[in-house]
């Protein structure tokens, strides 16, 4: 994808190393990763990475969920100033606790 080339070229010294799972995990065994819960923004040059990032992991067998938030923006994450933003950060950490969560447990969640 031609968005992936231009973000990377900004990270990656030695563009060999795109293949690399360290820097892009989905080319990686992610038959052993922890649940996971994949966020995009809709208004973002890499949206389709997260949807294709989580069907590897769901062809994997790890338990997933796929969040796209239309309207948002690229690091919407660090717009604090944003309430919007700030909510739609709330929302995946809450369905990863969920996630981690023991089947049975009788502590509850903070």
């Known amino acids: 994808m031609r968005a ?10 030695d563009r060999s190393l795109s293949l690399d799972p360290r820097v892009s995990p989905i080319e990686g065994d992610l038959t052993a990763v ?18 294709a990032y989580a069907a590897v992991l769901e062809a ?7 969040r796209i938030f239309p309207g948002m923006l690229r690091g919407y994450w660090s717009m604090g100033v944003v309430p919007r933003a700030n909510e739609l950060a709330d929302q995946p950490c809450e369905e990863l606790a969920e996630l981690h969560a023991p089947e049975h447990t009788d502590i509850p969640l903070p």
């Not at 922890?34 to 949807?51: E, K, Q, S």
């Not at 994997?60 to 796929?66: E, I």
Request: proline share 11%; glycine share 14%.
């Open 60 to 66: 994997a067998g790890v338990p997933v969920r796929l």
């Open 34 to 51: 922890a649940p996971a819960i994949v966020c995009g923004a809709g208004c973002d040059p890499l949206r389709d990475h997260a949807p």
């Open 4 to 13: 992936n080339e231009d973000m990377g070229a900004g990270y990656l010294l």
